[in-house]
């Protein structure tokens, strides 16, 4: 079996075989020798390797009941800007955390960074290889610092993260409106997400694009669209047929008296 990964390692890493993730690498590798094992025979039983080798793997012990994990943690202080380095590569833990002691978890795919006062998991990323040029960042650690600076927002790092609308929008606003809009949507991030949040701009803004955005519109809208089961934000007002089945018993409206 070690002979026949070997095989397709060298024909399919020649030339480089692209892959979008390691997962869907380890995918294609694992089918493409499941194929090869169905159709090769053993040189000496005549019987397809696959069912040798389910055989043998029969005869083998059981994998242990827990995974194991292996992690090489980092110790790491954050920079000004809440950014820690491993490997030569940025990532963000958040502003909040700058100057602070850091424990980064680094696995074989991700990099997940951990506040050590209180365990909690501030961050977490894909593990990059080799270098990038840019850091790393989840645009929910990066809205505080965007809402307090409004005057970054043409060279802030997460301005392709916004939709189109949103972001052609902002572009054109004056700078007090920007400050309100920006620090509006900061809110409804803390309240409800950075992906909820921009849904809720881009309904505010077109429901009243000449307007700045309201905070307390737009924490709703985020926490209506969180609330969803598919994400949208609608106009449907709640489902009050419970409180008429609890009232007649049988769903309909209350009987007269």
């Known amino acids: 079996m070690e002979n026949a990964v ?17 997962t869907q690498l380890g995918r294609i590798m694992l089918d493409r020798c499941d194929a090869l094992a169905a159709s090769s025979r053993h040189y000496r039983r ?33 920079d000004k800007y809440g950014q820690i380095d491993i490997d030569s590569n940025r990532y963000l833990a958040g502003p909040a955390l700058h100057g602070r002691r850091l424990l980064a978890a680094v696995r074989w795919d991700s990099v997940q960074i951990t506040d050590p006062g209180t365990g909690e ?14 850091t790393l960042q989840n645009p929910e650690l ?44 900061g809110a409804a991030c803390a309240a409800a997400g950075f992906g909820n949040a921009v849904a809720a701009a881009s309904r505010a803004i077109a429901d009243r694009p000449g307007s700045a955005l309201d905070e307390s519109t ?40």
């Open 142 to 185: 990066a809205m505080p610092v965007l809402a307090a600076k409004p005057g970054s927002w043409r060279e802030s790092s997460i301005r392709p993260d916004f939709p189109e609308d949103v972001r052609a929008w902002l572009d054109e606003a004056d700078s007090k409106r920007l400050a309100q809009s920006l620090r509006s949507i």
């Open 46 to 78: 005549g019987a397809a390797i696959g069912d040798v080798f389910g055989e043998g793997r029969a005869a083998l012990m059981p994998l242990p009941s827990t995974t194991f994990d292996p992690i090489r943690w980092e110790s790491r202080r954050a």
């Open 121 to 134: 998991i501030v961050a977490g990323y894909p593990r990059i290889y080799g270098r990038s040029p840019s």
């Open 218 to 257: 737009l924490v709703t809208l985020a926490l209506r669209a969180r609330d969803a089961d598919d994400g949208a934000i609608t106009d449907d007002g709640p489902d009050l047929a419970g409180y008429d089945r609890f009232i007649t018993g049988d769903g309909g409206k209350e009987a007269g008296r």
């Open 6 to 22: 070997g095989f397709l390692r060298r024909n399919l890493m020649v030339p480089p075989l692209e892959a979008e993730t390691h």
